[in-house]
């Protein structure tokens, strides 16, 4: 069985000038990762983008598999900075107000860098077993969070099933959203799936009329 790659740095940057090197190997990671994909990104070529020596990059990172698992981690931290500051948004509001701002918030977040969206979606398979869990667990802990706090509003459902309904029901039409390139649509389009998305959460969270 082939020996997966590491994916994880070899140090971190704690000087200013240490940090600026890694941010420009990421951000050409994340450039040619858009513009050639993965199969046609090396270290070499990175490094080259970054404009550091090759001897440099590996001073940080073992090799492509663990700057592209960086990528994603920080892409993820950008999304989930969105979803952090829309749960505290709503954590007061009604389930159907609440709702529509998470779904509107998630079409949001996955339009941030839509390209470099897509070509992780597609790449995170060949590159081994990075670590997108940790972002997974905090999303399903805040949601549930908000719906525990409004229990009564809801019919009576085990909670952790409920949360994991709602966050796979909000993340695949987001998601596909973007898969399908729909960061070209019109936003009226944008809207009405907003609206119909919302209506199907709600649905399944209000007790029946």
Same mark, same amino acid.
């Given at each position: 069985?082939?020996? !997966? +790659?590491?994916?994880? +740095?070899?140090?971190?940057?704690?000087?200013?000038?240490?940090?600026?090197? #890694?941010?420009?190997?990421?951000?050409?990671?994340?450039?040619?990762?858009?513009?050639?994909?993965?199969? !046609?990104?090396?270290?070499?070529?990175?490094?080259?983008? &970054?404009?550091?020596?090759?001897?440099?990059?590996?001073?940080?990172?073992?090799?492509?598999?663990?700057? #592209?698992?960086?990528?994603?981690?920080?892409?993820?931290?950008?999304?989930?900075?969105?979803?952090?500051?829309?749960?505290?948004? *709503? &954590?007061?509001?009604?389930?159907?107000?609440? *709702?529509?701002?998470? #779904?509107?918030?998630?079409?949001?977040?996955?339009?941030?860098? +839509?390209?470099?969206?897509?070509?992780?979606?597609?790449?995170?398979?060949?590159?081994? !077993?990075?670590?997108?869990?940790?972002?997974?667990?905090?999303?399903?802990?805040?949601?549930?969070?908000?719906?525990?706090?409004?229990?009564?509003?809801?019919?009576?459902?085990?909670?952790?099933?409920?949360?994991?309904?709602?966050?796979? &029901?909000?993340?695949?039409?987001?998601?596909?959203?973007?898969?399908?390139? &729909?960061?070209?649509? +019109?936003?009226?389009?944008?809207?009405?799936?907003?609206?119909?998305?919302?209506?199907? #959460?709600?649905?399944?969270?209000?007790?029946?009329?």
């Amino acid at each position: 069985m082939a020996r !997966k +790659p590491p994916t994880t +740095p070899r140090k971190n940057a704690s000087q200013e000038r240490s940090r600026a090197t #890694v941010d420009a190997l990421v951000e050409a990671t994340a450039r040619i990762l858009v513009k050639e994909g993965f199969e !046609k990104t090396s270290t070499n070529r990175i490094a080259e983008i &970054a404009g550091v020596s090759v001897g440099s990059l590996y001073q940080y990172f073992p090799g492509k598999e663990a700057l #592209v698992a960086a990528v994603i981690e920080r892409h993820n931290e950008e999304i989930m900075r969105l979803v952090r500051a829309a749960i505290l948004e *709503v &954590a007061d509001m009604p389930i159907e107000k609440a *709702v529509h701002r998470l #779904v509107t918030v998630a079409i949001e977040a996955h339009r941030i860098n +839509p390209k470099l969206h897509r070509v992780l979606a597609e790449q995170i398979p060949r590159a081994g !077993k990075l670590d997108v869990e940790a972002f997974n667990r905090e999303v399903h802990t805040l949601v549930r969070s908000y719906l525990e706090r409004h229990r009564k509003e809801m019919r009576k459902i085990d909670l952790d099933v409920g949360t994991f309904i709602c966050v796979s &029901a909000i993340e695949a039409v987001a998601h596909n959203m973007v898969l399908n390139q &729909a960061e070209m649509l +019109p936003e009226k389009v944008v809207k009405t799936l907003v609206d119909e998305t919302t209506r199907m #959460v709600v649905g399944y969270l209000r007790p029946s009329a």
